[in-house]
């Protein structure tokens, strides 16, 4: 069995990745880069790559709901994308398709579905992706992680299979903390790290670095060289406040997992993959939601989080360092309602088994 993968969102896809029986072989569409027009790498192209998985760069353009100045350019790119999908497909003759939304993976799904080749989507959020929404209608199959999300799509092609976590992260939740000097708290942008957050941050860290550890993941974009900048402000600190000052421009998904484990606060974006993984591990959070992008889906993702018991969102009038301090010493911080864990356990397996059976009967 053949099976090409492609998508936005890589956390789930390597869970997949990992339960796919031995003999299936795969197949990776997706970006090299992580922003357009910059040089750092995606972390998808250097995860895949590292597991010397087949790795194709789909040049396209991205479908977007608000006209800008690049809409017309970036439209006139996504026939050639659909076109360089269909020739891959022809080419590879994969058995099915699986695609974790994105601008990237549409055109994949179209391709596939003129081809007669299955199609499986899987919708992380709580809301409909825009590409995941078009994407639905040449889906066979369309997998979803919340209930919540069960009345976005046709009842008769929905599953509810949770968000799938990596192997590695799952038992990580069993695995023996790192004891820090003082309380650590993570901070991340995600995998392609966050201005935003690093900027947020930078303000206050001479005050948090005396009383707490920082392991700061930056992100590696050259728009803003932000890692540089901050490692000559931990520089300029006194030796003590340097040895607590960690940063890193980029972190595998098992470094980020153990920093998450050992944390006494995290401190990132609100993207739904991560919210997974810290209620999957209960964990504390202070969230700054991004702004842009899918019609406020990571305010929505955050606002849901909160909700549950575990979280503060960011906001500019609130005394960040105060906020800090709560989180990190009061007890009120707990889940609020059970969150169905065996659920994001097994998520992996079900989905594979969904793909085995449209591959099958094709």
């Known amino acids: 069995m053949k099976i090409v993968i492609t998508g936005g969102h890589l956390s789930p896809a390597l869970a997949v990745i990992e339960e796919l029986p031995k003999g299936v072989d795969v197949v990776f569409v997706g970006r090299k880069h992580a922003f357009e027009g910059d040089t750092a790498l995606s972390l998808e192209y250097r995860e895949i790559t590292s597991r010397n998985i087949p790795f194709f760069i789909l040049p396209t353009g991205r479908l977007q709901r608000v006209f800008t100045l690049q809409t017309f350019p970036s439209l006139l790119k996504v026939p050639r994308g659909i076109g360089k999908a269909f020739s891959l497909l022809k080419r590879e003759k994969p058995d099915c398709v699986l695609s974790f939304g994105g601008y990237v993976g549409l055109p994949v799904v179209i391709a596939a579905h003129f ?3 299955p199609v499986v989507i899987h919708e992380q959020t709580l809301r409909v992706g825009f590409s995941n929404r078009l994407a639905s209608r040449f889906a066979k199959k369309i997998c979803i992680s919340w209930r919540e999300s069960e009345h976005l799509f046709p009842k008769e092609k929905t599953v509810l299979t949770g ?30 790290g966050s201005h935003e957050v690093n900027m947020i941050v930078e303000g206050y860290l001479e005050t948090l670095l005396s009383t707490y550890v920082l392991v700061h993941q930056t992100g590696d974009t050259r728009t803003y060289n932000d890692y540089e900048k901050l490692l000559q402000k931990r520089d300029s600190f006194d030796k003590n406040l340097q040895k607590r000052y960690h ?12 920093c998450m484990r050992d944390a006494e606060l995290v401190i990132s974006r609100a993207g739904i993959n991560t919210i997974t993984e810290l209620l999957y591990l209960k964990k504390k959070a ?19 989080f909160t909700k549950l018991g575990l979280g503060e969102i960011y906001s500019s009038n609130q005394n960040f360092t105060e906020i800090v301090q709560k989180m990190i010493s009061s007890s009120s911080y707990t889940l609020k309602t059970d969150i169905d864990v065996s659920r994001i356990e097994k998520a992996a397996s079900h989905l594979v088994s969904i793909l085995t059976h449209e591959a099958q009967n094709t």
């Open 115 to 117: 081809l007669k080749i």
């Open 163 to 192: 968000n799938p976590l990596r192997k590695s992260f799952l038992s990580i939740k069993h695995t023996k903390k790192k004891i820090y000097e003082k309380p650590m708290i993570y901070i991340t942008g995600g995998s392609g």
């Open 247 to 258: 940063l890193y421009t980029f972190m595998s998904p098992d470094e980020a997992a153990s």
């Open 286 to 304: 202070y969230l700054i939601p991004l702004r842009s992008g899918q019609k406020g889906e990571q305010s929505t993702n955050a606002a849901f």
